[in-house]
């Protein structure tokens, strides 16, 4: 090693038998289509031998999708891709093994009921005459454990370990089948920060070894720890290349949400009214019960859309679920028009004013089976205008899905079709019309616009800023810096879940904000 | 003990380990034995003869269950096998009595069932049909075939053939019992011991469960599902075809309208009482063997005086409790039901 041990940005140099510049993975023009949405907008990159490369971007950006591609999981509309100079198609995930591909699914690909070793060995297993060779399998965990230093017990069950020993065991399987690049997606997102630390070292120590690495993340810190080399995908394309050693985080927050502005949103000066929502000191848990947002404080009045901008992973998820009455929090209130909402649930939130349009629109937004009709009064359907006491109303919930699907130029040639039939766009146009139809007097909006083409994304941006004119509260987070700064009349930075700054958004300098966004002072 | 070998040390560890996973079965299989025994000496021809009639009684609900054993643990519920047995019933005995040959008949009985079984895995890989829905199908087919195409005063050109094997048939109790029979009883002991190695010792099996269990992570192995599933399914065709024949020509000589009764519905339950594992499903299938035994011996002997159609009943309410106290104990396969459609997984 003769880099100094205390530097944090740059990979190891290469191992000296490793010959440098050696292309392991080259991919040109990679185009994948969705619908109208394109996941994968002409992407081209390439990783060299011993290398560790980040893929940075926000969800949705496009990341899992290409790394898809490379492992044979989806196929491309358009381009190539290229491993250790064999430009041949990737089939499937058997081709993409056989070539010496490895991947770490950012949901495991374990089978939980079985053990570490029956894991490992699933699909190039070492048999004795009829059987299974279960020594040898053993044997094959415990050598790769040792040599590499993933600590695990080849008999233990899947579903008896925590997640971080289950990412070990990926990791392994990969390496038991002698991998030349190894793809982590989202490997840290399911860890603790130590787990993580375990892992970067695991990662580097692999480069050193000659294998290449491709990881997925959005976090920033990971990136500069141990990669060499930065792609950024914004939408789906390829907006930056880095090397890790180059830049800091405030570089890297900035190209992750974007110097061009392409959105302009026609709006007045805010009409200030009374206080609608108010956030004070709040505290809430992640899934993993570990801190997520840590004192946030910020309130919102009528006629103005308060933007929440920030690095995704910072709190927003939970802050937003806490809001709406979905989450829990610790400690701190809520208040919505002076109502105190800290203990609320979601059908309570719906009742004193508040719209909410969520995050993940296929999980909390909609009921894909339903009908689009239905989808449009999922929340409203025991009121008086859509039922007679037990007795659903189909005509008033008809005409009310006619009205909206007109008004908000749903796609779809009936109401009655199950709202799951339509594309993204549509299906997050059926959720803001519901949640608009409402008349809320607090709209949270929480990456309204995410995975929905360009199109949709200007028609929804222009009803919230109409939804702010009638008076109503707007909180809109999202991770789109461009989204904020074009919709939001103030912008509130949040950082490791508390507010780290508030700006006016036209004044404001996209260097000063992803340098806030990246953690603020230190540079 | 410190001088073990280290050979020997690792068959004990594993015995013991065997011993451990399966210390409730081992403890009602000695206690069963033990019991058997005392009553043997008691009064052998009635032990033999209710232990004879547990065992036939088994043979087509432990075929039947191991049918559905191979398809869920490769995630295919199949609730079609009382269909399969009994067309298979159907097929077996007027083959055999058209073509003059039993084991003609026992040959077109078997494949009988594999084609059913391949219909249904068919329909539910290649067009994700509900496979209840397609389960429902095949009953609703064989009895209405097997209904429509039955004719009257048929008989088996003969009878089939008993074996015996030397040694092992002498042991008192068990040897007339298990190793004297037909080619299906025979059979049957083998599928058992023979899936009870490949669903856990072999690659095959450690597949088939990883189908069951998880698809992508099998998929993402390089292994391809839904045509593992689409084979498994087919050839545990064969099981419940083999049960089928056993109905019309090992068991009776006759074939009869509806004859498989719901011991294709009963031999779920013995699955799920057997929680999925062949070697268990044979011990849950005796024990109703016993239970309906035993009471039939008891109305014969006029010790307890209810009607010969509540005996009857007792495997059917035997179900009922069995599958009211195995529910929510035991664990099905994961994904057994449910479409594999690549890269949906993710």
Redo the contacts between chains.
């Keep these: 090693m003769t880099q100094a041990p205390d530097v944090p940005a740059g990979g190891p140099p290469p191992a000296p038998d490793v010959p440098a510049r050696e292309r392991l993975l080259e991919i040109t023009g990679l185009t994948k289509v969705y619908g109208t949405v394109r996941a994968n907008d002409d992407i081209s990159l390439h990783v060299d031998r011993g290398e560790i490369v980040a893929l940075l971007g926000e969800n949705g950006a496009g990341k899992s999708t290409l790394v ?1 591609q490379v ?1 044979g ?2 196929s491309p509309d358009a381009g190539t891709i290229v491993v250790g100079g064999d430009p041949a198609r990737i089939q ?3 081709d993409a ?1 056989r070539r010496g591909i490895g ?1 770490v ?3 495991f ?6 053990t570490v070793a ?2 490992v ?5 070492p ?1 004795k005459g ?3 060779d279960l020594a040898a399998a053993r044997r094959l965990v415990r050598d790769i454990s040792q040599r590499h230093g993933l600590a695990v017990d080849p008999d233990a069950r899947i579903e008896d370990l925590p997640v971080g020993t289950q990412q070990r065991v990926e990791i392994i ?1 990969a390496l038991s089948r002698e991998v030349k690049l190894l793809i982590l ?1 989202e490997p840290t997102a399911v860890l603790t920060p130590q787990e993580t630390d375990e892992l970067l070292q695991v990662m580097r120590e692999l480069a050193q070894r000659g294998t290449s690495i491709v990881f997925i993340t959005h976090k920033l810190r990971e990136v500069l720890a141990v990669a060499d080399r930065v792609y950024v995908l914004r939408r789906g394309a390829v907006v930056g290349e880095v090397a890790a050693r180059d830049t800091d985080t405030a570089g890297l927050a900035q190209l992750m949400v974007g110097r061009s502005v392409v959105l302009r949103v026609d709006k007045g000066a805010p009409k200030l009214g009374e206080t609608v929502l108010d956030v004070a000191d709040l505290h809430v848990r992640d899934d993993r019960r570990l801190p997520a947002v840590d004192g946030f404080t910020l309130s919102v009045r009528e006629g103005e859309i308060v933007g929440v901008a920030g690095v995704e992973g910072n709190g927003q998820r939970e802050l937003v679920e806490a809001i709406a009455g979905m989450r829990r929090s610790e400690s701190g209130t809520l208040s919505l028009l002076g109502q105190d909402i800290t203990r609320a649930d979601p059908g309570q939130t719906h009742r004193a004013g508040m719209g909410h349009i969520p995050e993940n629109r296929e999980v909390h937004g909609l009921v894909g089976t339903f009908s689009i009709a239905d989808n449009l009064v999922l929340n409203r359907y025991d009121e008086d205008a859509f039922a007679n006491g037990f007795v659903r109303d189909r005509a008033a919930i008809r005409a009310n899905a006619q009205r909206w699907i007109e008004e908000f130029d749903i796609r779809t040639p009936s109401g009655d079709l199950p709202a799951g039939s339509l594309s993204g766009g549509n299906k997050q146009k059926v959720v803001v019309a519901r949640e608009m139809s409402a008349r809320p007097r607090l709209l949270l909006a929480a990456q309204p616009t995410r995975g929905v083409d360009v199109g949709s994304i200007e028609f929804i941006h222009r009803r919230i800023v109409e939804a702010r004119d009638a008076g109503a509260a707007v909180l809109l987070v999202s991770a789109e810096l461009d989204e904020i700064l074009s919709l939001a009349d103030r912008v509130a930075v949040i950082h490791a879940g508390k507010v780290v700054a508030e700006l006016d958004p036209a004044t404001a300098d996209r260097t000063e904000i992803g340098r806030l966004m990246a953690g603020g002072g230190h540079d | 003990m410190t001088a073990h070998s280290p050979a020997t040390d690792g068959r004990g560890a594993a015995l013991g380990a065997f011993v451990r996973a399966n210390r409730v079965m081992l403890l009602i299989v000695g206690t069963f034995l033990v019991a058997a025994y005392v009553w043997y000496a008691l009064d052998a021809t009635k032990a033999t003869s209710i232990l004879r009639f547990a065992w036939t009684f088994s043979i087509p609900l432990v075929l039947g269950a191991l049918t559905g054993v191979v398809g869920e643990r490769s995630g295919i519920v199949n609730i079609g096998i009382e269909g399969q047995m009994l067309a298979s019933a159907f097929a077996g005995f007027f083959t055999a009595a058209a073509t003059g040959s039993v084991w003609i008949g026992l040959l077109a009985g078997m494949l009988t069932g594999l084609v059913m079984g391949a219909f249904l895995a068919w329909v539910a890989v290649k067009f994700q049909m509900d496979q209840i829905i397609a389960g429902v199908v095949l009953n609703i087919v064989a009895t209405g075939v097997t209904s429509f195409y039955y004719v009257q005063g048929k008989s088996l050109p003969a009878a089939m053939p008993v074996f015996e094997i030397p040694l092992l048939s002498s042991i008192p109790l068990i040897g007339p019992v298990f190793f004297r029979g037909g080619i299906i009883a025979f059979f049957t002991l083998l599928a058992v011991a023979g899936l009870a190695y490949a669903l856990f010792r072999t690659r095959w099996g450690l597949r088939t469960r990883a189908i069951g269990e998880y698809p992508t992570a099998a998929d993402t192995a390089g292994i391809d599902v839904n045509r593992m599933r689409l084979v498994n399914t087919t050839l545990a065709g064969l099981l419940a075809g083999a049960a089928g024949v056993y109905l019309s020509m090992e068991q009776t000589s006759t074939f009869e309208r509806g004859m498989s009764a719901g011991k294709g519905f009963l031999a779920l339950a013995i699955m799920i009482f057997g929680a999925w594992f062949p070697g268990r499903a044979l011990a849950a299938a005796l024990f109703f063997g016993l239970t309906a035994g035993i009471a039939s011996q008891l109305q014969a002997d006029r010790v307890v005086a209810i009607p010969q159609q509540f005996v009857n009943l007792l495997p059917y309410v035997l179900t009922l409790v069995v599958l009211a106290v195995a529910a929510g104990r035991v664990r099905a396969p994961a994904a057994e039901g449910t479409p594999f459609v690549k890269g949906e997984g993710s």
């Design positions: 898809k492992f999981l989806v499937d995930p058997t093994i991947m699914h950012q949901h690909q374990l089978v939980p009921v079985m029956e894991n060995i699933l699909g190039h297993e048999v009829l059987g299974l399987k997606d």
